[in-house]
């Protein structure tokens, strides 16, 4: 069974990858879906979520280690399509405690303003 077939039937990200829920594309890999966030905290912020239904980074990770490191891979490539390889802040909120909405595993790239430290 391919990444693509796991999905999680009640899963608002696996309808977007499915295409079932229609989404600001911005890239597509074996691996990753990139996508523009719906309420965007920065002029750049996108989603980038592996094909593959983990609820964070961590079980992603143990799981499927290559499908781990592509998406830091299609991560940098999304930030050099931005036209912010060098100057992005990239945040994977793992956990309700850390503001996670979402359980399918997505990191938010963020660019074009300053930021501040520590996170709110
Ligand atoms: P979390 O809070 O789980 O780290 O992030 C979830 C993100 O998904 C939020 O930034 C939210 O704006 C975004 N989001 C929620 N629903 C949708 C949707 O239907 N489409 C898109 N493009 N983004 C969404
Ligand atoms: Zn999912």
Redesign the pocket.
């Known amino acids: 069974m391919s990444a693509s077939e796991q999905m999680s039937s009640d899963c608002?990200f696996c309808k977007?990858i499915a295409g079932e829920?229609p989404?600001?594309i911005v890239a597509e890999t074996e691996h990753t879906v990139a996508?523009?966030?719906?309420?965007p905290?920065a002029p750049t912020?996108v989603?980038v979520i592996p094909r593959l239904h983990e609820p964070d980074i961590g079980s992603l990770a143990a799981a499927d280690p290559v499908a781990a490191a592509a998406l830091l891979t299609d991560i940098r490539a999304v930030a050099k399509a931005e036209g912010t390889e060098d100057n992005f802040r990239l945040?994977?909120?793992t956990g309700a405690d850390?503001?996670?909405?979402?359980?399918h595993c997505?990191a938010?790239v963020l660019a074009g303003r300053q930021f501040g430290w520590p996170p709110g």
């Open positions: 608002l977007i829920i989404a600001d996508f523009r966030d719906i309420n905290q912020h989603l945040v994977f909120n850390a503001q996670q909405t979402v359980f997505h938010h």
